[in-house]
């Protein structure tokens, strides 16, 4: 059975870093495209960056030059690093695959970023 775990949210303020952790379960996980989205309270789920298996990388042009997706296949974890945060980003973050497979969403992590 197929798990995807988040942690690593919090309160930090602007200008802030933080950095998000994924662990996969019960799949193969370097073969997979990994992503990570969020959802703001009131708004639909975006995609706020993707990374294959190869380590190829793709971002949200909102995110572009904070962010940073990276992935450790030998310990099924997916990452994400959050620099210069704004409060824009305040949100709860996902990890899925691309493109997301619905049965996989797990809990979530919250970020909030105070201004």
């Known amino acids: 059975q197929v798990h995807l775990v988040e942690s690593g949210g919090g309160l930090v303020q602007a200008g802030g870093s933080l950095r998000l952790s994924c662990a996969a379960s019960?799949?193969?996980?370097?073969?997979?495209?990994m992503a990570w989205y969020r959802q703001a309270p009131g708004k639909q789920r975006e995609l706020v960056a993707a990374?294959?298996?190869?380590?190829?990388?793709d971002y949200a042009d909102s995110v572009k030059g904070r962010f940073t997706i990276s992935r450790d296949n030998a310990k099924k974890t997916v990452y994400l690093q959050m620099n210069s945060l704004k409060p824009e980003d305040t949100a709860v973050y996902y990890c899925?695959?691309?493109?997301?497979?619905?049965?996989?969403w797990g809990q979530g992590t919250q970020v909030t970023v105070s201004s």
């Open positions: 990374i294959t298996s190869g380590g190829s990388t």
């Open positions: 019960g799949i193969i996980f370097s073969i997979y495209v």
């Open positions: 899925n695959f691309r493109p997301y497979v619905n049965n996989y």
